[in-house]
C-alpha cells in the first residue's frame, strides 16, 4: 500500500474519531443541562389533624372546609404545573414551601404522573407553629444528594426561633459539587418589629454558613440561595445576601435582573419578586461544568396558572384560595426556574 493512501486513510480515521468526540462531549453536556425550580405550594395541608400544630383551619370541618377531595385536586394541579414547568420532563431539582409534612410530599410524588421521575423527598418538621415546611424533590438519576441539614439561628439572647427553617443540601452534580439553601422567610407584613429581627438573623446565619463553605473551598464553590424571602430584591433584608465576606463569596441576585413589572406575587394589583434566586458569581465566571447566565432565571406563568383578578386590573396567580374563598387553583405564587448548564463551545 502506497505511502499517500496510508495517510489518506489515516487522516480519514482522524476526522471520524474527531467526530465521535465532539459528539460524545456534546452529548454529554447536553446530559449536564437541568433546571432547578422554586415554588411556594400555598398552603399544602393534608386533612388529619395534627395535635402539635395550628392546622386546624385546614380540616374538614374546619373554616376552609378543606375535605379529601380539594385535598387531592390540589395534589394533581401541583403535579401538573411542575410536570409542565419542566417542559413537560419533571425539573431536576424542586424546592417547595408551605408544605404540612412528608405525607403530602409522598402523595404528590408517589400518587400522580410524578411517579414516573423517580423523585427522592429531603424533608423535616420545622418549629413553625402552623407546621409548614420547606423541602426538595431531587431525580436521584440526575442529582446525587452528599448531605443535608436543616438550620434555625441560635440566638440566646433573642426569643426561641418560631418559623420554618433553612434547609441545606450538598449534591454532586455532573462531578460539580452544588449547595443550595432553601429558604421561606417570616413575612414582614403586619408591621411586627419581632418578625423582622428574625428575618435579619436568618440572613445573617444564611450568608454565614455560605461564606464558611467558600472559604473551605477556595472560593471556587456553586452556591444556590432561593425560596421565598417575603422581600423583594431593592429591600435592605436582601443586601445581607450579596455583601462580600472575607472569604470573597460573592452572591449574584439574579431576582434582581427580571423585567421591571413582573413577580411571582401579586399585592393589591402590584406584582412583587419575592421568591428569588441567588447564585455564587462562580457559578457565572467560573470554570466548572455547570453554569447560569443572567437570562437563565425565568419565572412560570403560563396563561393556566392565572387567573383575573376579581378586585384590581390583569391577573394575578389561580391560587387555591382568595382569602377564604375556595377557587380551585394552583398557588398564589408563581413557580422560578434556573436553567443549569455547561459553558457554550465555539
Excluded at 460539580?176 to 421561606?184: I, S
Excluded at 423585567?259 to 406584582?271: D, E, K, L, V
Aim: proline share 4%.
Amino acid at each position: 500500500m502506497s505511502e499517500g493512501i496510508v495517510r489518506r486513510i489515516t487522516g480519514t480515521l482522524l476526522l471520524l474519531l474527531t467526530i465521535c468526540i465532539g459528539d460524545a462531549v456534546a452529548q454529554d453536556q447536553e446530559n449536564c443541562s437541568l433546571r432547578f425550580m422554586f415554588w411556594n405550594a400555598e398552603n399544602f395541608f393534608d386533612t388529619r389533624d395534627d395535635s402539635i400544630t395550628d392546622d386546624d383551619e385546614f380540616l374538614p370541618l374546619g373554616v376552609r372546609r378543606w375535605t379529601s377531595k380539594r385535598y387531592n385536586d390540589k395534589i394533581l394541579s401541583l403535579s401538573k404545573v411542575i410536570v409542565a414547568a419542566g417542559g413537560w420532563e419533571a425539573p431536576a431539582l424542586v424546592g417547595l414551601s408551605e408544605v404540612e409534612n412528608r405525607r403530602v410530599i409522598e402523595d404528590l410524588v408517589r400518587k400522580t404522573g410524578l411517579s414516573r421521575s423517580g423523585y427522592s423527598i429531603i424533608h423535616e418538621d420545622s418549629p413553625d407553629p402552623r407546621g409548614i415546611d420547606v423541602c426538595i424533590l431531587y431525580r436521584h438519576d440526575i442529582v446525587r444528594v452528599i448531605s443535608y441539614r436543616y438550620f434555625t439561628p441560635v440566638d440566646s439572647q433573642s426569643s426561641p426561633f418560631r418559623s420554618r427553617s433553612l434547609l441545606y443540601v450538598k449534591c454532586q452534580i455532573c462531578d460539580d459539587t452544588v449547595h443550595v439553601f432553601l429558604n421561606h422567610w417570616p413575612s414582614r407584613r403586619g408591621g411586627v418589629l419581632a418578625a423582622e429581627s428574625m428575618r435579619e438573623r436568618i440572613a445573617i446565619m444564611l450568608h454565614g454558613k455560605a461564606d464558611s463553605i467558600a472559604s473551605a473551598e477556595g472560593g471556587k464553590t456553586l452556591i444556590i440561595y432561593a425560596g421565598d424571602f417575603n422581600a423583594v430584591p431593592t429591600d435592605r433584608i436582601m443586601k445581607i445576601l450579596t455583601e462580600d465576606y472575607l472569604s470573597g463569596l460573592s452572591m449574584v441576585n439574579l431576582s434582581a435582573l427580571v423585567s421591571a413589572g413582573t413577580g411571582t406575587y401579586r399585592y393589591q394589583g402590584i406584582w412583587e419578586m419575592i421568591d428569588q434566586v441567588l447564585v455564587s458569581e462562580n457559578f457565572i465566571t467560573g470554570t466548572g461544568r455547570l453554569r447560569v447566565t443572567p437570562a437563565s432565571l425565568t419565572i412560570f406563568s403560563e396563561k393556566f396558572v392565572l387567573s383575573d383578578d376579581p378586585v384590581y386590573p390583569g391577573q394575578s396567580p389561580w391560587s387555591t384560595y382568595r382569602g377564604f374563598t375556595y377557587q380551585g387553583g394552583f398557588s398564589d405564587h408563581l413557580p422560578v426556574l434556573l436553567d443549569i448548564s455547561p459553558p457554550k463551545v465555539f
